[in-house]
């Protein structure tokens, strides 16, 4: 079944409720989301050509017009996948080869990377959302001359209906596949397990670019809710909305987030109570999860990652109120969404019973296919059973909860973002003063975790000077939120025979230390001089 019906459901149910609140105030009901998405797909189809499996590509902030594209894209038998407007130019470029992309949108403030876009291969047409461009139309003048009604397409449930890119790996992002089977099965059983109503009004802390944010439009179109986009992170607009409209929902946030909100000066008076949310992205800190339940908060314990849409074991039932499981624990596999297995990370072989720690690998009806036009990772992530491995280590105990205990590779999650650590080696050993680097995860008072970077430079500088330069050269080579926020130096990397960093010696000069929000881009001996 085409996810899009669930549109025209929610139209057909409630025609004239408030279906999108925008992080600027303004509003779409259903009857006119669903009218804008009709408009666009006959816009996409009689002006692009659109047809079935083709590519819809976006550049865009988070609103009503985002979600009716998305939607638009769906019911015309295309697939949408987001760009993440932080990228790099040339994430942008893999991502659009990657997705062979046939149709992009863009606002005004991205033209220049749909600009560096327009000679792919794969494009057809690009459309701009407002203003003039030379080349590329105005989508919104197409609009008034389109009919309010189109067919939705009949697609089966394993046809495509999204790819969301990942940045959980280095080198190039994997387009991980949205099924409409999947994704409708991943929605409709956390809307079970969670007991979302109607009435619910839900704030969407995560981006369209984002696994959760693809989630969260279907989901509320199923329960016929209303959705407030905050449009990406920022903690004064999330107050005000929370303010405003009272929302009783916030499906997902991050234990960064919380930390932020505890800050704000309006924390004291914020009226919480009745407010659903999973904390996700990391195990829930005590300080979090206290200060949310003395707001009133009903927390649910959440894990799960893109390739499974984004959920797959939930830790309670806020529906049935089960009960709370142990500090740090992430969750008992849910078969709701999936099976679960601890596998050896060596040796491959399933880990039976309790008091073991391993891999977790998940197979079952919210796990992706694979990665797009990507064969050879898709075989790399999956065995011979059909099991995801998920290159997260996990504890479980007698009672069968689950502990998330790190990583297997050099990944870490930074205030709920996975990122890869062999990315920044890259780029440190790149630059022509260094003869060595390593970086390693470092505990962090808002983020959770950060990268760390430990340095052998050819040229005598200090520890400051050596920070100033290679934050300079990362910046122009990473993503701003990539970069460490820790640099120290050091005579020799300890490395294997096989001369893989030593990660668990480099974070042994790390004990004991917490880089603050405060302390910026710092040095260790820094670090070490402050406290």
Not at 234 to 255: G, L, Q, S
Not at 444 to 454: C, I, Q, S, Y
Not at 455 to 466: F, I, L, N
Request: hydrophobic share 35%.
């Amino acid at each position: 079944m085409n996810l899009g019906w669930w549109l025209e459901r929610a139209w057909w149910e409630h025609p004239d409720k408030t279906a999108v609140v925008n992080g600027n105030g303004t509003s779409a009901t259903y009857t006119e989301l669903r009218a804008l998405s009709n408009r666009l797909s006959n816009v996409l189809v009689d002006d692009a050509g659109l047809k079935e499996d083709d590519v819809v590509a976006t550049i865009l902030h988070d609103d009503h017009r985002h979600m009716a594209i998305f939607y638009a894209a769906i019911r015309a038998g295309g697939a949408f996948t987001g760009l993440n407007r932080r990228n790099l130019p040339e994430k942008f470029v893999h991502d659009v080869e990657r997705s062979q992309a046939s149709i992009l949108i863009v606002s005004p403030e991205f033209l220049p990377q749909a600009e560096l876009l327009e000679d792919q291969p794969s494009i057809r047409r690009i459309y701009v959302t407002e203003g003039e461009h030379p080349r590329y139309p105005n989508i919104g003048e197409l609009l008034d001359a389109a009919s309010d009604e189109f067919r939705v397409v009949a697609r089966a449930e394993a046809d495509l209906a999204a790819i969301n890119f990942t940045s959980g790996t280095s080198g190039t992002s994997k387009g991980v596949m949205y099924t409409h089977g999947k994704l409708g099965v991943s929605c409709w059983n956390s809307i079970f397990l969670t007991g979302m109503r109607s009435d619910a009004k839900n704030v969407s802390l995560i981006s369209m670019f984002h696994s959760g944010g693809i989630a969260d439009c279907i989901r509320n179109a199923m329960v016929g809710g209303t959705i407030l986009w905050t449009d990406g992170w920022d903690v004064d607009r999330v107050v005000r909305i929370i303010r405003e409209h009272k929302p009783n929902w916030m499906y997902y946030i991050i234990p960064t987030m919380v930390r932020d909100l505890l800050r704000h000066p309006d924390w004291p008076g914020l009226d919480l109570d009745g407010l659903h949310t999973h904390v996700s992205g990391e195990p829930i800190p005590p300080d979090v999860s206290a200060a949310l339940e003395k707001k009133g908060v009903r927390i649910g314990r959440m894990y799960g990652m893109t390739e499974t849409m984004p959920v797959c074991v939930l830790a309670t039932s806020l529906y049935y109120g089960d009960e709370d499981p142990p500090d740090l624990a992430s969750g008992k596999p849910s078969k709701t969404f999936c099976e679960v297995k601890l596998a050896d990370p060596v040796t491959g072989e399933t880990l039976e019973g309790g008091d073991v720690e391993g891999e977790i690998c998940i197979r079952g009806d919210v796990v992706t296919p694979g990665y797009f036009n990507d064969p050879e990772r898709t075989a790399a992530s999956f065995d011979d059973e059909g099991y995801l491995h998920t290159r997260d280590n996990a504890y479980r105990d007698q009672d069968g909860w689950l502990y998330i205990r790190g990583r297997t590779d050099d990944i870490i999650n930074t205030g709920g973002e996975k990122l890869s650590l062999l990315e920044i080696d890259e780029i440190l050993l790149s630059h022509p003063d260094v003869h060595d680097a390593g970086v390693v995860g470092a505990d962090h008072e808002r983020f959770g975790e950060v990268p760390a970077a430990f340095v052998v430079m050819k040229t005598s500088v200090g520890e400051e000077e050596a920070r100033d330069i290679l934050d300079a050269w990362c910046l122009e080579r990473l993503e701003r939120w990539k970069r460490p926020r820790l640099y120290a130096l050091i005579d020799e990397l300890p490395r294997t025979a096989k001369q893989t960093k030593m990660t668990p010696v480099l974070k042994r000069y790390l004990e004991g230390h917490v880089i603050k929000d405060a302390d910026g881009i710092t040095t260790l001996s820094g670090l070490k001089a402050a406290r």
